[in-house]
């Protein structure tokens, strides 16, 4: 890398400009900041306005819901025109000028740069001057990823230098996002402290710690309503559990993790162990019920009936549908001690339980394995794309319709894809369009059954596609 030592390093900015109207940064440049309040920040500059006010609009952006608005901004300095490789290539250079110095000019100087290399990390939100491989001047706010490993995030959608594109960092000013992690950071460690030994109520935990006994209790009286009742079955919908909080057991229920914590949505409904097992029994009672044995495997313990009655069901829509197509797996087999419907997609692969209460769930769910198997295997032989962009803008609860087109399969039946987003997520959904749609005797009563399948909730109405002559024609309607 350079040659130059790092830690003796000092970067001299200077050619500020002051933020005013007919002074302002490029649309998107990353510059470096000085606040009116003195501190030092980053960030692109978006303009906003018609240009006719007589004062600067628009702001500069540092991440998702991170901006700086010009009215905070005194001075700003451009960072894309600067590289400081051929100055950082000399081993005795201490001092490097950004711009070229002034006489009585406003200058800013960085330094006591740090190495993520050599295991130097900013804090947490942490927003930082950066100095890239490359050479060139950046900005960024640093997100831990795990210990030791992370990226500096420098505009939305995630948008970040990783570790080994920086060569060295030094902090900004602290700014509101910094300051909210810090006392997140402080209360959890206080948070830690109090846990050490946390006391016990005996009241509520009249039967110790272990919460394995709270559910067998509560089991044992379930039981009485429904014999098949397990903890494995009770334990299907989201586990509570016994942890430390705020100094002292607690009864909460696991809600999984969050910044590498456990979060424990504490129970409050009562105040001694009796009340706990009332609580578990009523919070599972639907779990258990709806887990009936006979009626989840009501074929009976083998997998091949409810197999060949899904295969059935498909053949009788996707008719060049054949069992040497599929390639998912499915067993009946003991998982945490309760038998379940389990799937697996090649073999000697990891086997998932299928959260299926009834056997028309199961399936269902192996109907729709076999539907997608059953379209990979019927290659397209046409298309037709519906011109969205002359229906207009279509919004779909927030995403924007892109793209709608019918595909014409190798045997003669035909399927259609969604496409929407944004400019940061999208998906496509793809439907299978069923054969009885195709005995209509008109167009009109064609689309009225499609849009049974493909709602206009998806983007295009009947009028839409109405108006798409070359659409009629291609799914082998004659004009009236």
Same mark, same amino acid.
């Given at each position: 890398?350079?040659?130059?030592?790092?830690?003796?390093?000092?970067?001299?900015?200077?050619?500020?400009?002051?933020?005013?109207? =007919?002074?302002? /940064?490029?649309?998107?440049?990353? $510059?470096? @900041?000085? *606040?009116? &309040? !003195?501190?030092?920040?980053? +960030?692109? #500059?978006?303009?906003?306005?018609?240009?006719?006010?007589?004062?600067?609009?628009?702001?500069?952006?540092?991440?998702?819901?991170?901006?700086?608005?010009?009215?905070?901004?005194?001075?700003?300095?451009?960072?894309?025109?600067?590289?400081?490789?051929?100055?950082?290539?000399?081993?005795?250079?201490?001092?490097?000028?950004?711009?070229?110095?002034?006489?009585?000019?406003?200058?800013?100087?960085?330094?006591?740069?740090?190495?993520?290399?050599? =295991?130097?990390? /900013?804090?947490?939100?942490?927003? $930082?001057? @950066?100095? *890239?491989? &490359? !050479?060139?001047?950046?900005? +960024?706010? #640093?997100?831990?990823?795990?210990?030791?490993?992370?990226?500096?995030?420098?505009?939305?959608?995630?948008?970040?230098?990783?570790?080994?594109?920086?060569?060295?960092?030094?902090?900004?000013?602290?700014?509101?996002?910094?300051?909210?992690?810090?006392?997140?950071?402080?209360?959890?460690?206080?948070?830690?402290?109090?846990?050490?030994?946390?006391?016990?109520?005996?009241?509520?935990?009249?039967?110790?710690?272990?919460?394995?006994?709270?559910?067998?209790?509560?089991?044992?009286?379930?039981?009485?309503?429904?014999?098949?009742?397990?903890?494995?079955?009770?334990?299907?919908?989201?586990?509570?559990?016994?942890?430390?909080?705020?100094?002292?057991?607690?009864?909460?229920?696991?809600?999984?993790?969050?910044?590498?914590?456990?979060?424990?949505?504490?129970?409050?409904?009562?105040?001694?162990?009796?009340?706990?097992?009332?609580?578990?029994?009523?919070?599972?009672?639907?779990?258990?019920?709806?887990?009936?044995?006979?009626?989840?495997?009501?074929?009976?313990?083998?997998?091949?009936?409810?197999?060949?009655?899904?295969?059935?069901?498909?053949?009788?829509?996707?008719?060049?549908?054949?069992?040497?197509?599929?390639?998912?797996?499915?067993?009946?087999?003991?998982?945490?001690?309760?038998?379940?419907?389990?799937?697996?997609?090649?073999?000697?692969?990891?086997?998932?339980?299928?959260?299926?209460?009834?056997?028309?769930?199961?399936?269902?769910?192996?109907?729709?394995?076999?539907?997608?198997?059953?379209?990979?295997?019927?290659?397209?032989?046409?298309?037709?794309?519906?011109?969205?962009?002359?229906?207009?803008?279509?919004?779909?609860?927030?995403?924007?319709?892109?793209?709608?087109?019918?595909?014409?399969?190798?045997?003669?039946?035909?399927?259609?894809?969604?496409?929407?987003?944004?400019?940061?997520?999208?998906?496509?959904?793809?439907?299978?369009?069923?054969?009885?749609?195709?005995?209509?005797?008109?167009?009109?009563?064609?689309?009225?059954?499609?849009?049974?399948?493909?709602?206009?909730?998806?983007?295009?109405?009947?009028?839409?596609?109405?108006?798409?002559?070359?659409?009629?024609?291609?799914?082998?309607?004659?004009?009236?």
């Amino acid at each position: 890398m350079f040659k130059c030592d790092y830690t003796k390093l000092t970067l001299s900015f200077n050619n500020f400009h002051d933020l005013k109207v =007919g002074d302002q /940064p490029d649309y998107g440049e990353f $510059c470096l @900041l000085e *606040l009116k &309040d !003195g501190r030092h920040t980053g +960030g692109s #500059w978006c303009s906003k306005g018609d240009g006719k006010s007589n004062i600067v609009e628009g702001e500069f952006i540092r991440g998702t819901a991170d901006t700086v608005d010009a009215s905070e901004v005194s001075k700003w300095h451009e960072l894309n025109r600067y590289n400081a490789s051929n100055c950082m290539d000399d081993d005795s250079v201490e001092w490097i000028n950004v711009g070229p110095e002034k006489e009585d000019a406003y200058s800013l100087q960085l330094s006591g740069f740090k190495s993520t290399e050599m =295991g130097e990390f /900013p804090r947490e939100e942490q927003y $930082c001057f @950066l100095i *890239l491989t &490359d !050479g060139s001047l950046a900005v +960024g706010r #640093w997100n831990e990823y795990s210990s030791g490993d992370g990226a500096f995030i420098y505009a939305p959608a995630l948008s970040s230098y990783s570790m080994d594109k920086v060569w060295v960092w030094a902090p900004l000013s602290n700014d509101d996002v910094f300051d909210r992690e810090e006392e997140a950071r402080r209360e959890r460690e206080h948070e830690d402290e109090l846990n050490r030994n946390p006391t016990v109520d005996p009241k509520l935990f009249r039967y110790g710690t272990d919460i394995k006994v709270y559910y067998e209790k509560a089991c044992e009286k379930l039981k009485k309503d429904y014999p098949w009742a397990s903890v494995e079955i009770m334990k299907k919908k989201q586990e509570y559990v016994i942890a430390p909080r705020h100094g002292k057991y607690v009864f909460g229920r696991d809600d999984g993790t969050y910044d590498g914590r456990k979060v424990i949505w504490q129970w409050n409904d009562g105040t001694t162990s009796e009340e706990f097992i009332d609580f578990l029994c009523d919070y599972t009672r639907d779990t258990v019920k709806n887990n009936n044995p006979d009626e989840k495997f009501s074929l009976g313990l083998d997998i091949e009936p409810y197999l060949k009655k899904a295969y059935e069901n498909v053949k009788r829509d996707y008719t060049w549908f054949e069992e040497s197509m599929i390639t998912t797996h499915y067993a009946i087999e003991k998982c945490r001690g309760e038998l379940e419907f389990t799937v697996w997609y090649k073999d000697g692969g990891e086997h998932f339980v299928c959260d299926c209460a009834k056997a028309d769930d199961f399936i269902k769910s192996v109907e729709h394995d076999y539907q997608e198997a059953a379209l990979r295997a019927n290659p397209v032989v046409g298309s037709h794309s519906v011109p969205v962009s002359k229906v207009g803008h279509v919004d779909m609860h927030g995403w924007n319709l892109e793209n709608y087109t019918f595909y014409k399969l190798k045997t003669g039946d035909y399927k259609v894809s969604v496409t929407a987003g944004d400019r940061v997520a999208g998906g496509s959904r793809e439907f299978f369009i069923m054969p009885s749609c195709f005995e209509a005797k008109t167009y009109g009563e064609f689309l009225d059954r499609y849009l049974e399948i493909v709602s206009a909730s998806f983007g295009l109405a009947k009028e839409n596609l109405m108006k798409d002559e070359e659409l009629k024609k291609f799914l082998g309607f004659k004009n009236d």
